[in-house]
């Protein structure tokens, strides 16, 4: 079966500081993977999304920036935190040979993010 | 992309099957209605899809209209720990990713 996995679980930066959140996914050959952040009490925003190994869309411009070193892993990074880029960030799974060709997608544990 | 409509909230007891409609008027023929169900500080759980007439799982049912304007998802007999947001999505014509609207609070209360 598949597995998805993020870490760290919860993370608290000062603004100004690095950041680098890791996403890896076991049970699946090529999915496609995605990046979420929620806000509190907001809905879910898609940040980016890849369908190969150093393939990557941004949906929105901002301080983040993500890589997909292999197959399986996806990195979110920031050289420079900022107070709004605290949330919740879900990494995310699904097949298909289009990006959003299916609309089931799976998501890992999350990691809350803190920016002091 | 298909805009979707659905309660803000719920309040269900314990027991009672409980049913949340969702309204996607302008879905396309190439769209699928989806449902996810998100517990507090966890990622969104695939529940259920569908395209037409009636589609069950060991969570949950989904009946869909021929027209497909509308979808109801149904729980039957909920439980305390069925207390989530649910959120129905309809898609993906046009290539569109998942767009997470604030979906309905479901209250299950004893």
């Known amino acids: 079966s598949q597995t998805i996995h993020q870490w760290p679980a919860t993370l608290v930066q000062p603004v100004g500081s690095p950041l680098s959140l890791e996403c890896t996914v076991e049970?699946?050959?090529?999915?496609?993977l995605y990046w979420y952040r929620q806000a509190a009490g907001r809905g879910l925003q898609l940040l980016f999304y890849?369908?190969?190994?150093?393939?990557i869309s941004s949906e929105v411009p901002q301080n983040l920036s993500a890589s997909r070193p292999q197959d399986r892993q996806f990195i979110l990074s920031s050289k420079k935190l900022l107070l709004s880029d605290s949330g919740f960030y879900l990494c995310?799974?699904?097949?298909?040979?289009?990006?959003?060709?299916?609309?089931?997608?799976?998501f890992g544990p999350g990691t809350r993010l803190t920016v002091t | 992309l298909a805009k979707t409509t659905q309660p803000i909230s719920m309040d269900s007891y314990e027991g009672q099957e409980v049913n949340i409609t969702c309204s996607h008027n302008?879905?396309?023929?190439?769209?699928?209605i989806t449902w996810y169900q998100q517990f507090p500080s966890q990622g969104p759980r695939f529940i259920i899809q569908?395209?037409?007439t009636k589609v069950t799982n060991e969570v949950a049912s989904l009946f869909i209209p021929a027209d497909r304007k509308s979808s109801t998802l149904s729980l039957p007999r909920v439980s305390l720990s069925d207390t989530a947001v649910y959120y129905c999505?309809?898609?993906?014509?046009?290539?569109?990713?998942?767009?997470f609207g604030k979906g309905t609070r479901l209250s299950v209360i004893a």
């Open positions: 995310a799974w699904s097949v298909g040979t289009e990006f959003f060709s299916s609309y089931e997608q799976y």
């Open positions: 049970g699946t050959s090529n999915p496609n």
């Open positions: 890849s369908v190969g190994i150093g393939q």
């Open positions: 302008n879905i396309a023929t190439n769209d699928y």
């Open positions: 569908g395209y037409k």
């Open positions: 999505l309809v898609g993906p014509s046009g290539n569109t990713p998942l767009v």
